[in-house]
């Protein structure tokens, strides 16, 4: 199955539906989609690495305007939305260490959130409810997203073809490797935040 789905995403890769999809997987993991738009983003890109920098933009692009969203749940439902995310993500008791982080380093807290494996979602749902200032959340969550996915996309042109060959000879391998460096990132994000 997983080699299907890795061929059916290279295969996809250069459809004009692929980058739809991806706008649709970043947007919607901004503000409240377990998946990352990583798993889309990478495949896509090592197919198509002359696309890399496309790819990026719309991922960016796409996350931003998710953790738009994400701030509207924060500021505006989150009693009836925000907080039942937050407890799906296991982080809704941990509000008071959030805001103390978030007096204390202010834009870094969503910076980091937009950099990192800890997942943005909180990130973007809280600084709504700490009622963030917008212009700066947004700018913030541009610059953030848009150094992660133009990172990836970067290294992904530059040696997209021995990457490539190592993904398709050891997919098995690969795919157990990402997950557990996920799993392991949102346990150790679980006990830093």
Partial sequence: MLRRLYDWTIEKAESPYALVI????????????PIPQEAMMIPMIVAAPHRAWLIAGVTTLASV???????AIGY???DSVGLQLLEFYGKAGRYDEFKALSDKYG???VAIGAITPFPFKVTT???GL?????ATFVGVSLLGRGFRFFLIAALLWKFGTPIRNFIEKRLGLVTAFAFALLIGGFVVLKYAI
Avoid: K, N, P
């Avoid at 991806?22 to 989609?33: D, Q, R, T, V």
């Avoid at 700490?130 to 917008?134: A, E």
């Fill in 22 to 33: 991806l706008a649709m997987i970043a947007f919607a993991e901004s503000s409240f989609f």
């Fill in 65 to 71: 305007a998710g953790a738009v969203l994400g701030y």
């Fill in 76 to 78: 505006f439902f989150y």
């Fill in 107 to 109: 834009e870094w807290v």
């Fill in 125 to 127: 749902i809280v600084s």
């Fill in 130 to 134: 700490l009622q963030m200032d917008f």
